[in-house]
């Protein structure tokens, strides 16, 4: 495995909503109604929305590539935050997601590791996010890597309100 981070440009928007979508698909669909999950990525998980997203100031992309090919991304992001941060410096981890067939195989740990690192650089004390709650293997590597719970929020996938867990890290 050659794996290599690189910051996304505003070029690379549609590839991050392409990936975007097939990734949630994947991770998620198994789990969820055939038309929640439809209506969710034609409606609120859009490709035009996803696209609009790289570039905004407010928001990093990071690509994972091994070799020639897109293992992962993440979408880090500085706007609001949950008012039980207490108003600390903290930046979201707003989506990371490996491709189906890289998972297990070091690019989560990677891409977490330069967010915490991308955190820091930026004088962050926290970095949180919001995960599923019934995502037991990704709450499991969040906290593997010292995240904890601190709050929930809703989640509207398609018709469905979910629970997220709210977990962080203190930098």
Not at 3 to 15: M, S, V, W
Not at 80 to 87: A, D, G, I, R, S
Not at 89 to 112: D, F, Q, S, T, W
């Amino acid at each position: 495995m050659d794996i290599n981070i690189r910051y996304a440009t505003k070029k690379d928007a549609g590839l991050i909503a392409d990936i975007s979508q097939q990734t949630f698909y994947e991770t998620f669909a198994a789990d969820n109604t055939k038309e929640n999950m439809h209506k969710f990525l034609t409606e609120q998980f859009t490709k035009g929305r996803l696209m609009m997203e790289v570039g905004n100031l407010e928001n990093t992309f990071l690509l994972a590539h091994n070799g020639g090919e897109v293992a992962g991304y993440i979408k880090l992001r500085e706007a609001k935050q949950p008012v039980n941060l207490n108003n600390a410096r903290a930046i979201e981890i707003a989506r990371i997601y490996a491709m189906a067939n890289m998972i297990g195989k070091g690019v989560g740990n990677l891409l977490m590791q330069k967010s915490i690192s991308i955190a820091k650089e930026k004088g962050k004390e926290v970095i949180w996010l919001g995960v599923w709650e019934k995502n037991i293997r990704a709450i499991d590597f969040y906290k593997k890597w010292g995240f904890e719970k601190f709050g929930v929020s809703d989640f509207l996938l398609g018709n469905d309100v979910q629970c997220d867990w709210l977990m962080k890290k203190i930098l």
